[in-house]
Nanobody, 121 residues
Framework: QVQVVESGGGLVQPGGSLRLSCAAS????????MGWYRQAPGNQREFVAA???????TYKDSVKGRFTISRDNAKNTVYLQMNSLKPEDTAVYYC???????????????WGQGTQVTVSS
């Protein structure tokens, strides 16, 4: 079994910062791309940022220059540093990791349970 667990959400004022973490654990053989998504009330889940095994990154246009995704392959962990937060960043943030388990030959996407980020004064 594989577990993907996010942490680091909370309440922050506009202009503030938060750092999200996502750790994968369990019967893992390989972890490929990792990424962050978010879902605000009444909206569909949307892509925020992703990082490849080699460190290549992509971002949603509205977070470029404010958010930074990084990963520690030794810890099977991905981070999302969020600066200059805006009220429209308020959402539940989900981590996704593409993982091959030791029992399988094909990779699958594993999602975390989500962590709430609220930006409000």
């Amino acid at each position: 079994q594989v577990q993907v667990v996010e942490s680091g959400g909370g309440l922050v004022q506009p202009g503030g910062s938060l750092r999200l973490s996502c750790a994968a654990s369990g019967s893992i053989s390989n972890i490929y791309g990792m990424g962050w998504y978010r879902q605000a009330p009444g909206n569909q889940r949307e892509f925020v940022a992703a990082i490849s095994t080699g460190g290549s990154t992509t971002y949603k246009d509205s977070v470029k220059g404010r958010f930074t995704i990084s990963r520690d392959n030794a810890k099977n962990t991905v981070y999302l540093q969020m600066n200059s937060l805006k009220p429209e960043d308020t959402a539940v943030y989900y981590c996704k990791a593409r993982i091959t388990t030791v029992q399988a030959t094909l990779s699958n996407d594993y999602w975390g349970q989500g962590t709430q980020v609220t930006v409000s004064s």
